[in-house]
Structures are given as structure tokens and as C-alpha cells.
């Protein structure tokens, strides 16, 4: 299991250099230069050139690219910001924690809504509670997240005057934003375990447990949901990644300073280094989550774990 581990954590360097790599070619591609967007279009020429020299961004793309892949390797460092001069990792740490409070709430409340009904509508298949399901789960499924925050915003911080709609100084600010993310991601939740669950309860094993006379509820939780478990794990941990850097646009519509905002305000002002260190941060922990669920499989399958332990 350790070596599995390490062998992990080692392949998540290749893909961080190329996601860096790609990142960085793209942005460069991208007509205009970070010294024009700053200074604005009233600047002369000769002031754009002297910022863009004192930014560095005059130098070779290799170059450019080559002293960021060495200030990251050598000193974890990953340059300055174009717009604030202030040291990116420095920005990047004071905004991670927001982001992943955020992501962290909305999973939870993604799974608390999603896992439940998807058991219901998979015990009650062709019901009229699996047809309601089924039909607001699409529905939501198909809701912009960033639509679904405004219309948050309009209903219960305008209109009721119960929640606000902006800030982070206490939970109550993260209800809305969790709740913009949650309901499309609870959809996808719901809809997974209840076919996962169907696969299950149509076993064999699970028909037998119920002519053994164990109660409907001990068959569900205890035999047919831990057998159902990978694909759910899977979505969960594939959604939990997808939250992290998809909370981008929310965090905007809510003017949360995560790492979020700090990405799209990096894009806007062609802010490399911040755009490049948001970028390896949200690579590197979309890597590390899809590792937790893969050493997840461990506990929900023991044949996998034994796998794991060659």
C-alpha cells in the first residue's frame, strides 16, 4: 500500500509539468500583454515596454517557462504577482482554505441529499417517489450553478432578508454558495447510486439475504449499498475535485476571495504567475483526491485491497 502510495504521488509531477506546460502556452497564445492591461490604453508605448521589462515578460517563452519550472522545483517559489507584486504562494495560501471550506460543505451537502434519494428511487423503482426523483434530479442536473446562486441571492438575501450574500466572516455566508453547488452535484449523486443500486439488489446474494429473513434495512445498507459503493465513491471523489476548481464562477457571483476569484481576476489582468500557481495548486489537489478514492476502494473491497498489499 505504501508503494502504491509513493509510486502515486511521483506520477502527479508529470502531470503537473504538463498542465503547467499547456497552461502556460495558452496564456502566451492569448493576443496582448499583462503591462497593456495594467497600465490601460492610454499608456505610451515606451511605458508598456519598460513594465513589460521590469515583469520580465520581454524574455524568450522558453525562458519565461524554464525560470518558473526552476523557481518551483528549487524553492516552491512560484513568482510574483503582475498586478499586486505580491508573492503568489503567500496569495494562493490565504485563499485555499475558502475555496476548500466551500467545496468541503457542498459535498457534504451534495452527499446528504444525493445518497438517500438515490436508495429510495432505486428500493421504489416506478414509484411515484422514484418518477419525482428522477425528474427534479435531471432537472437540476441541467441548472447552471452560477444561474442557480443568483436566483439564491435573489430569493433569500433580497427578498427575505435571511441569509447574506457575500462575505465569508461566518457559516451563514457559506449557505448560499454550498447550495448553488450542491443541488447539481446531489443530482449526479442521486442518479449513480440509485443504477448503482439497482445492479446490486438484483443479485443473487442480496435475494438470498432476504429469504434468510434479515429486515429490509439491514439488506439495504449493510449488503446492497457496500457492494455499491465504487461507483459511488468515484462520483464523489470526481465531484469533490470538480467543485474545487468548478467553484470558480460561484465564487465570483458570490465575491467569495478564494482561490476562484483569484484565478479569474489572474485571467482578466493576463496575471501569469497567478494564473500558473492556481492552476499546479488545483492539479495538485485534484491529483491527491482522486488518490484518497482510489485507497477508498481499499475499505469498500477487500479484493481490491489485497491488490493493493502486492
Known amino acids: 500500500m505504501?508503494?502504491?502510495?509513493?509510486?502515486?504521488?511521483?506520477?502527479?509531477?508529470?502531470?503537473?509539468?504538463?498542465?503547467?506546460?499547456?497552461?502556460?502556452?495558452?496564456?502566451?497564445?492569448?493576443?496582448?500583454?499583462?503591462?497593456?492591461?495594467?497600465?490601460?490604453?492610454?499608456?505610451?508605448?515606451?511605458?508598456?515596454?519598460?513594465?513589460?521589462?521590469?515583469?520580465?515578460?520581454?524574455?524568450?517563452?522558453?525562458?519565461?517557462?524554464?525560470?518558473?519550472?526552476?523557481?518551483?522545483?528549487?524553492?516552491?517559489?512560484?513568482?510574483?504577482?503582475?498586478?499586486?507584486r505580491d508573492s503568489v504562494l503567500e496569495d494562493i495560501l490565504t485563499r485555499i482554505p475558502i475555496s476548500f471550506k466551500l467545496a468541503s460543505f457542498s459535498i457534504l451537502l451534495a452527499i446528504c441529499i444525493g445518497i438517500p434519494l438515490g436508495i429510495f428511487s432505486a428500493v421504489k423503482q416506478y414509484s411515484l417517489f422514484d418518477n419525482i426523483a428522477r425528474f427534479i434530479g435531471i432537472f437540476m442536473a441541467s441548472v447552471p450553478p452560477f444561474w442557480l446562486g443568483m436566483m439564491l441571492i435573489y430569493f433569500f438575501a433580497l427578498i427575505l432578508h435571511i441569509l447574506p450574500s457575500s462575505g465569508v466572516s461566518s457559516l451563514k455566508h457559506y449557505i448560499l454558495p454550498s447550495l448553488a453547488l450542491a443541488i447539481p452535484y446531489a443530482s449526479a449523486i442521486m442518479r449513480f447510486t440509485r443504477s448503482s443500486m439497482l445492479e446490486t439488489i438484483r443479485q443473487e446474494y442480496i435475494k438470498t439475504a432476504e429469504a434468510k429473513g434479515i429486515p429490509e434495512s439491514r439488506v439495504i445498507l449493510n449488503h446492497a449499498l457496500r457492494n455499491a459503493a465504487l461507483p459511488i465513491i468515484t462520483i464523489i471523489g470526481t465531484s469533490f475535485g470538480g467543485l474545487l476548481g468548478g467553484a470558480v464562477v460561484t465564487e465570483s457571483v458570490f465575491s467569495l476571495p478564494g482561490l476562484g476569484t483569484l484565478l479569474v481576476t489572474g485571467i482578466r489582468m493576463k496575471d501569469i504567475p497567478v494564473v500558473m500557481g492556481a492552476t499546479v495548486f488545483y492539479a495538485f489537489m485534484f491529483g491527491c483526491i482522486m488518490l484518497i478514492v482510489d485507497l477508498l476502494y481499499a475499505f469498500a473491497d477487500a479484493r481490491i485491497k489485497a491488490k493493493y498489499s502486492k
Open 2 to 84: 505504501f508503494r502504491y502510495v509513493i509510486k502515486r504521488i511521483l506520477l502527479l509531477i508529470p502531470i503537473m509539468i504538463g498542465v503547467s506546460f499547456i497552461v502556460f502556452t495558452i496564456l502566451n497564445i492569448v493576443p496582448g500583454d499583462p503591462a497593456r492591461v495594467i497600465l490601460g490604453e492610454s499608456a505610451t508605448a515606451d511605458e508598456v515596454a519598460q513594465l513589460n521589462h521590469e515583469l520580465g515578460y520581454d524574455q524568450p517563452f522558453v525562458t519565461r517557462y524554464v525560470n518558473f519550472l526552476k523557481g518551483v522545483i528549487t524553492k516552491f517559489d512560484f513568482g510574483t504577482s503582475y498586478r499586486t
